[in-house]
């Protein structure tokens, strides 16, 4: 150790910052991230949690990007070293002076002071993408719906909130799609659980059946015990499978149906939340959609991440 | 060490980084800190050399200060704790997203990355602070011209570069004196050296004699050997003198005589100058004020900090 570090060490005051649970998600613009976000800070409570989003590292605003080569997805649009950095010193416990991206504009603002909570949940297109931000990780997720799901959630959010209109957006997918899988999609490989929300395959459900959802498991973690509370809720809410994701690695994958009756996956959450260490009843803010609909899987989903969060056991 | 800290380190790609030489200069406002910092950057050179001021870490803008009780001089009117956070990471040699606080507007705008050179030169209101802060310098330093002076340099800076009005100077800098006192003269006993620019009191020079300066070296870092120096080059220059700070620590007062002939400074420069490790000649940036004259007691202190920072011997 150098003198000067010694230095540094000793003139720090005050007690050891506590270390915050950390959960980073990855995923393509409109993948989702935001609204899964939502449900867990809610079900935290905003005096334990914190979130952030890593997009407020990008480099260049909208107007220099438009002179540059390659897309907001690119690490190089990025300040990744300093996106590591930060994530390093929230996972340790310190805050962060964390740069603004201002989506409605397109441009880079003042910095907000970031405070780490008892959890820290880290949302954008590339937290996973460097080994060291995945280091500051405890739970890694990648939110991978279908390209013509995602494509249209990024239609309707990007026209009626961010003023694009649905040509501009096809034809920004289209320029983005070389990086979207070279630094977006790779990252999928990177992550403890993987979240697809898309219709079950092969089923002819009436079109406003709410959405299903895959969710597949990798043993880099171990996962609530999932066969012992299928044993417990028979139901038609959900079922596991083994079976291999697309890079080849085996994953216990979650097939939870959209079309299940309520009670039953009321059922299946209840058996989740029960092995949390907490006493209060379900949380309401679960599985609440942007428009203030609810899906049954997105609140399994959350569960799931919140029993990662909460040491359930 | 917990396993996540672990994982980060061995999670951490590249060479080690550098340690750069830092040196901290703090004073109050218009108290000659830029102009100091600019002879030392012109003669280090722009790629060995950066600096940053820490101004940059005001919490709050013009406007916002408006209806606070404080002045942008209080520690709580600034992100101390980021600021102490970046000086620790400039000085192991990593780089930093710094805040950028617009002096001509008074508003707080997009951060820029900044990357620690060989040397790194922090100046400000509160670079000196706290303890961890001035754990991270090599060399510190406090720049005290008598107020009267101070004043005079207030007044020209802020009505011709910030829009003020000379009436509303003095009345914010009778606002500020109180803390003044309390946040930024304190620093003062914390520093290695004292620079105070003021005329030789009791003698009767003509109004446009070059201020002098006397510099205060306290014994807590090895400073050039002066006594050595001044064998060398008998001179009207400069003289040192066993006394008292006011804070009652012993220092060696080095008084360097705006009145002497430049080519009996320039000796004495170019003695200290043949102690550093370099060939090349003496630099020709040292001494500049900000409206292009020089200044010979400005030279020598500039060039008894590149003493330090280069590790004269």
């Known amino acids: 150790m150098s003198h000067k570090l010694m230095q540094m060490q000793r003139a720090e ?5 506590v270390r915050p649970i950390m959960l980073g998600i990855a995923g393509d613009s409109a993948a989702g991230k935001t609204t899964l976000t939502g449900g867990l ?13 890593v997009d407020d590292y990008h480099r260049y605003d909208r107007e220099e990007r438009a002179s540059l080569p390659f897309t907001p997805l690119h690490p190089d649009c990025n300040y990744v070293e300093i996106m590591e950095q930060h994530l390093q010193l929230l996972a340790t416990g310190k805050p962060v002076l964390k740069p603004v991206y201002d989506h409605s504009n397109g441009t880079l603002t ?32 990648f939110l991978a719906p279908p390209e013509d799901i995602r494509t249209r959630w990024k239609i309707t959010r990007d026209t009626t909130k961010r003023g694009y209109t649905e040509e501009k957006v096809r034809a920004e997918m289209q320029r983005r799609e070389p990086e979207s899988e070279r630094f977006i999609r790779s990252q999928r490989s990177n992550a403890d659980i993987v979240i697809v929300f898309s219709p079950i395959e092969g089923r002819d459900d009436p079109p406003d059946t709410p959405l299903s959802a ?17 044993a417990e809720t028979p139901s038609k809410a959900m079922h596991v499978k083994l079976m291999r994701d697309l890079d080849g690695s085996p994953v216990d994958a979650l097939h939870i149906h959209g079309y299940a009756p309520t009670e039953q996956s009321t059922a299946v959450a209840n058996a989740i939340w029960e092995r949390l ?11 609440r959609l942007a428009e203030g609909e609810r899906n ?16 359930g056991a």
């Open 13 to 17: 005051t005050g007690p050891p910052p």
């Open 41 to 53: 800070v809610r079900a935290l409570g905003a005096e334990r949690s914190t979130s952030l989003c």
């Open 110 to 141: 003042r910095p907000v002071l970031l405070e780490p909570r008892e959890f820290v949940i880290v949302e954008g297109l590339l937290p996973l993408y460097t080994k060291l931000a995945r280091a500051c990780f405890d739970v890694t997720v």
């Open 214 to 230: 895959t969710i597949l498991l990798r043993p880099t973690i171990p996962h609530p015990p999932l066969a012992e509370i299928l």
């Open 277 to 287: 260490p907490v006493d209060e009843p379900l949380p309401d803010g679960l599985g």
């Open 296 to 311: 049954e899987p997105l609140r399994l989903a959350q569960l799931i991440l919140l029993y990662h969060l909460m040491g």
